[in-house]
């Protein structure tokens, strides 16, 4: 990202490094009319049915279906993603998301009735799903489209008004818009703002009811911070590390080609890629040596290449310059503390080009193997055993992903259970992402909250809690006057009712029917 002036920020093309186009950063003025126009929408987002919601969102949809491949062009042009890693993991995954959850919404977000315990008897109890107002998203530049709509999606079916600001680094400018006013969803529903953090900040000055923040630690601390000043709640969906483990008893070929996608699709840019690759001793040569051929053969998106078209390639390129500096000072500090480079290592000279790359001989004192290096690079280390393989798996900060391959699903569970992540998954890797029934989210320093699945669209409600009782009018046992034979009576329910080693409901009834009779008296004094 390169700055003409204070407020003008160049969103480049990763593939050939030109300009694009600028954004300017939002004033604080303009921000505050976003909000007061999002206000505005509230009530006519919140009269709608989870019915209604459900149309308007079908028409998202189809117009995404419609024009899927220009908008592939427009999130390659800003990523430099691959076409089938750009096709998969944005296209297809947005369609499909909102393809689930406009069954599941009315299912999840109709009123519930839940039990009442007896000594509430003669009440009823509900739980009623409601909107919490505007809901403000920001995204990271990985996956733009994504990001953006799946959130803003769930949180308007929720009845919510959004606020969404894209990443400076891929704002897919007036994309959004586009696809808001060219479908005929309901306008200003869904409303974008750009800009840098400073941008954000303003946002989250202007009060929105909830953050919904996917990006680094860094960032999801500060957003934290600011959004506790104005108690506004948060859910951080932040950076991982994850582990792939590979037990001995696998399908080789299988795994190898599994790994070698978690670690390269979106050239390593995936906040669940694998970043660290565990390998059994009795196979690790054989694995390596196979791995490393595998990677050889791949096609990356070099700008030297005489490919016919960029796109067709399987590896594409990183997305922004910072984040390739960070790749390679991972790969020399682990270098320099003596691992060794299999394959990769390097871009190549003056582009965002990066080789996919393997690494061994690393251990955990490394950079490579502690932080997010966020690149199409995958370190490989020997375990023995399987509590030692649990143990440094969980040797992190993070816990967002990770998997386990085995050919003993009663161990690959074990071994799963025993890894500190919101998401795990057995003989595949990040694949739980694409159902859309999954929750995902993150547990340390990968965040928290969850965000698809139930849990997931829940999050953007309020959950009222509605008790309904009946004008009898009794006065209830734990209103006043408060006397000592109404305290006796109480104490005694927790002998008769909830001490299973002398319940007895006959005594509970005699004690419930002299404390209705004593409410009955208190109402006619
Ligand atoms: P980032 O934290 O630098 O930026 C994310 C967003 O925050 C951008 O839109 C940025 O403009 C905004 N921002 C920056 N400072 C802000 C501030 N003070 N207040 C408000 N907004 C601010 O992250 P990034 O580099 O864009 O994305 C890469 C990170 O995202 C990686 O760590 C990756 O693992 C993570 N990620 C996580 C998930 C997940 O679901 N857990 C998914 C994708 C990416």
Request: include cysteine; proline fraction near 4%; hydrophobic fraction near 40%.
């Amino acid at each position: 990202m390169e700055t003409a002036t204070a407020t003008r920020i160049d969103v480049v093309n990763p593939i050939d490094k030109s300009v694009l186009y600028q954004i300017e950063e939002t004033s604080e003025q303009q921000v505050k009319a976003i909000f007061a126009k999002a206000r505005l929408m509230e009530p006519a987002i919140r009269a709608l049915t989870v019915e209604q919601r459900v149309a308007e969102l079908v028409k998202l949809k189809n117009y995404i279906m419609d024009h899927r491949e220009e908008l592939l062009t427009r999130i390659i042009k800003e990523t430099g993603k691959s076409r089938l890693d750009g096709f998969t993991s944005e296209v297809f995954e947005i369609i499909d998301v909102m393809d689930v959850f406009a069954k599941l919404a009315p299912k999840f977000l109709k009123n519930r009735s839940v039990p009442t315990p007896i000594v509430l008897v003669g009440k009823k109890s509900e739980i009623w799903y409601e909107p919490l107002g505007t809901i403000l998203i920001i995204p990271p530049w990985n996956y733009p489209l994504y990001q953006v709509l799946v959130p803003a999606v769930m949180a308007f079916l929720c009845g919510n008004a959004v606020v969404a600001k894209p990443s400076e680094v891929t704002p897919m400018q007036g994309v959004i818009e586009d696809i808001i006013a060219k479908s005929g969803f309901m306008k200003d529903a869904i409303q974008v703002v750009y800009g840098t953090g400073i941008t954000g900040q303003r946002c989250i000055d202007a009060r929105p009811d909830k953050i919904h923040f996917t990006g680094s630690c860094r960032t999801g601390r500060k957003i934290m911070a600011q959004a506790a000043g104005h108690l506004i709640p948060v859910d951080l969906e932040l950076g991982g590390k994850d582990a792939a483990i590979v037990f001995e008893d696998i399908n080789i070929e299988r795994t190898v080609n599994g790994i070698m996608w978690g670690g390269f699709t979106t050239a390593g840019q995936s906040c669940t890629s694998v970043e660290r690759c565990y390998v059994h001793e009795n196979i690790f040569d054989k694995f390596v040596e196979m791995i490393v051929h595998r990677t050889k053969q791949l096609r990356p998106s070099h700008a030297n290449r005489n490919i016919t078209d960029p796109e067709d390639c399987d590896v594409g390129c990183v997305t922004t310059e910072f984040q390739l500096q960070i790749i390679e000072s991972h790969i020399k500090d682990a270098v320099e503390k003596g691992a060794k480079v299999l394959c990769g290592g390097k871009r190549e000279a003056g582009t965002h080009h990066f080789l996919p790359t393997i690494v061994v001989d690393v251990d955990h004192t490394m950079e490579l193997m502690k932080e997010e290096t966020f690149g199409p690079v995958i370190p490989i280390m020997k375990f023995r055993t399987e509590e030692e393989v649990i143990r440094l798996a969980n040797d992190s900060d993070y816990g967002l992903g990770g998997s386990v391959w085995s050919k003993d699903i009663t161990r690959a569970r074990r071994v799963a259970s025993a890894i500190k992540t919101g998401n795990l998954s057995i003989n595949n890797h990040m694949l739980n992402e694409g159902n859309p029934y999954l929750p995902f989210g993150g547990t340390k320093n990968s965040g928290f909250g969850r965000y698809k699945g139930e849990a997931g669209l829940l999050t953007f409600s309020n959950a009222k809690s509605v008790l309904v009782d009946a004008d009898s009018g009794n006065i209830d046992p734990n209103w006043y006057p408060f006397t000592k034979t109404k305290y006796g009576m109480l104490s005694s329910i927790i002998d008769h009712l909830f001490d299973l080693r002398r319940r007895n409901w006959l005594k509970f009834a005699i004690v419930g029917l002299k404390i209705d009779s004593i409410g009955k008296k208190e109402r006619l004094k």
